[in-house]
């Protein structure tokens, strides 16, 4: 069993930047790690993700050029940079683990952390 946990959400103006970071408890996870979002009202939508060795990276067309998600893997953690941001990127922010290809669909990720607020003021 993987336990993601959060942090690094928070209060931010339009065009600031916020690192969000995921630790995913016990061995080592070599799966697809990735960054959900959910706003208000809204379902939850694909962020980013990456695989074990980060040779594969998806990023959802809202975020291109904007964020950038990295791994330690050493750390076994999960990194999310997010640069120019805008009142629309407020949300929860959740990170989800995956054993198998990177996948953009909610459903495809079977662990989850508890989420974390980012809100961006305008």
């Known amino acids: 069993q993987v336990q993601l946990v959060e942090s690094g959400g928070g209060l931010v103006q339009a065009g600031g930047s916020l690192r969000l970071s995921c630790a995913a408890s016990?061995?080592?996870?070599?799966?697809?790690m990735g960054w959900f979002r959910q706003a208000p009202g809204k379902e939850r939508e694909f962020v980013a993700a990456i695989n074990w060795r980060g040779w594969t990276i998806r990023y959802a067309d809202s975020v291109k050029g904007r964020f950038t998600i990295s791994r330690d893997n050493a750390k076994n953690t999960v990194a999310l940079q997010m640069n120019s941001l805008k009142p629309e990127d407020t949300a929860v922010y959740y990170c989800?683990?995956?054993?198998?290809?990177?996948?953009?669909?909610?459903?495809?990720?079977?662990?989850w952390g508890q989420g974390t607020q980012v809100t961006v003021s305008s």
């Open positions: 989800a683990a995956r054993s198998q290809v990177v996948a953009t669909t909610p459903s495809a990720y079977n662990y």
């Open positions: 016990g061995p080592t996870f070599s799966g697809v």
